[in-house]
């Protein structure tokens, strides 16, 4: 099936090519580890990841890379505040990430590399540049001359000359432009730090990605990935120093999730407005926190609110409550139901087609709950063949292949949630059930039917709430 992405370097949505047939060479760029994670940080894992899992479930064979910056200002700052060592330091945070990470049902990358294990390659590129006249070096530090680079400002769409320097900083008067950014700085006090051909000390940050790039890739990516507020500088910065390195396009395809809102503002540390990915995990499981993530498409920005953990959390209830029955249901020796077995044929179809469609997984789960809603009402209820059984289950496992959205232990999961589930003893198929006739009464402008099913449901104290995309979630009061 045809892959169309969105491309920020055209701002169009493109047919999906890469450089070798039906190979993906992928790079999202991963955590600065110096500290717990939150899950604003947690989006672009978890964007990251399907990416990764849509592309397999296509068929593409995929090398994924995703880093760690473990060598960097803020981890330096953070260590010395605890006086221990830096690089001690940001690999308890690596091992920390890892953990969530699992939690959060993220599947391997193919390359998983660090800064600090990454030194000669980045060297070597830096020499590079220098060698091609892009780079100058200043008192033992490395300048990148963005008069040098082709087209800077090509993917954020930002005018060199209309940049406004020196108006909040001050400028470095020892680069030749003020847009001049580091590519090697010398090492200071208490700073780990690596021998160059420039003196002791240490990369900058934007030259660490392209070198680990071209270290498991090569010179050209197909795809890569990031948040949007990396987009400028940080990748415009990496198209501009790779290229001059290489002599080669650096990326065909950027593809960039928005941010998570906490209220009105960005959920960042520097706000202080932070949710830490282990305090939600522990409480809710990874597994909602998905289920959130996943419920927006990655291009959209998306508030945090009370009201999405809810509806979250029901909504990771109900598919792990079909996975149980499913594990459950045996085959019988009956005739396959055909318009049931085409109907699983056109889920995964359609299913397909949404992935397809610039990775919507809010789409996909919009079918996704369509197909469990089929299944219970008219397959499971009666005798199934073995055809139609095993068709059913490739499906489910063919979109758990690409959303991930199912735990590895249904039972155990359901188990955790019972107590943040907010039903009590309602059952959950019987408010669903008159939630659905109720949509069928306002489409039949049915009034008095609809208001007498929110009433039955007010009456065992369950709040409807309708969502902006016209989904319908509950909650007990």
């Known amino acids: 099936m045809e892959l169309k992405v969105h491309n920020n370097l055209t701002r169009q949505k493109e047919k999906f090519t890469t450089v070798n047939p039906n190979e993906v060479k992928f790079y999202s760029c991963g955590p600065t580890t110096y500290d717990f994670l939150h899950v604003g ?153 690596w021998e160059s051909p420039w003196g002791k000390g240490r990369p900058g940050w934007h030259i660490e990605c392209s070198a ?12 890569h990935h990031g948040g949007v507020d990396l987009m400028f500088p940080h990748h415009e910065n990496e198209i501009a120093q790779s290229e001059a390195a290489n002599k080669k396009a650096f990326c065909n395809c950027w ?49 945090w609110t ?42 995964v179809l359609d299913f397909n087609e949404d992935l397809a469609n610039d990775f919507n997984s809010a789409g996909a789960l919009g079918q996704f709950f369509s197909f469990i809603r089929l299944v219970r009402r008219d397959v499971l209820v009666k005798d199934v063949s073995s055809e139609l059984l095993n068709k059913i289950v490739y499906a489910v496992s063919h979109a758990n292949t690409a959303l991930g959205h199912i735990h590895k232990d249904p039972a155990a999961l359901l188990k955790q949630l019972e107590s943040l589930k907010g039903s009590g003893d309602v059952d959950a198929s019987w408010v669903e059930g008159l939630i659905e006739e109720r949509k069928k009464a306002k489409s039949d402008k049915n009034w008095k039917r609809a208001d007498e099913i929110r009433d039955e449901l007010k009456a065992k104290n369950i709040v409807l709430i309708d969502n902006k995309d016209g989904s319908i979630a509950w909650k007990m009061q």
């Not at 020499?127 to 100058?136: L, R």
Request: proline share 4%.
């Open 41 to 193: 940080n947690a989006r672009a894992l978890v964007v990251g990841d399907l990416f990764h899992r849509v592309m397999l479930a296509l068929g593409y064979k995929v090398n994924f890379v995703r880093n760690y910056t473990d060598v960097d200002d803020k981890i330096i700052q953070r260590a010395n505040e605890l006086k221990v060592d830096p690089l001690v330091h940001a690999q308890r945070f690596v091992d920390e990430c890892r953990k969530d990470m699992d939690s959060l049902g993220m599947l391997p990358a193919t390359h998983t590399p660090k800064v600090s294990e990454t030194m000669p390659e980045i060297i070597s590129m830096i020499s590079d540049i220098i060698n091609n006249g892009a780079g100058y070096v200043v008192e033992g530090e490395v300048f990148f001359n963005v008069l040098k680079a082709d087209h800077y400002g090509k993917l954020s769409k930002k005018d060199l000359d209309g940049l406004q320097h020196g108006q909040r900083v001050e400028v470095d008067t020892r680069k030749i432009n003020p847009a001049d950014f580091v590519l090697w700085k010398p090492a200071k006090a208490g700073e780990p730090f």
């Open 212 to 223: 680990m790039a071209k270290k498991f890739l090569g010179e050209t990516v197909d795809l």
């Open 255 to 303: 593809a960039h999730n928005e941010f998570l809102n906490f209220g009105s503002e960005k959920m960042s540390k520097s706000l202080g407005n932070v949710v830490t990915m282990r305090a939600f995990i522990e409480k809710y499981s990874g597994q909602v926190l998905r289920q959130i993530l996943l419920s927006v498409h990655y291009r959209a920005r998306f508030d």
């Open 306 to 347: 009370d009201e999405a953990i809810e509806r979250a959390i029901q909504d990771v209830v109900r598919i792990h409550e079909f996975a149980l029955e499913l594990s459950k249901k045996a085959p019988a020796n009956c005739p396959t139901d055909s318009e049931a077995l085409k109907a699983v044929e056109k889920f």
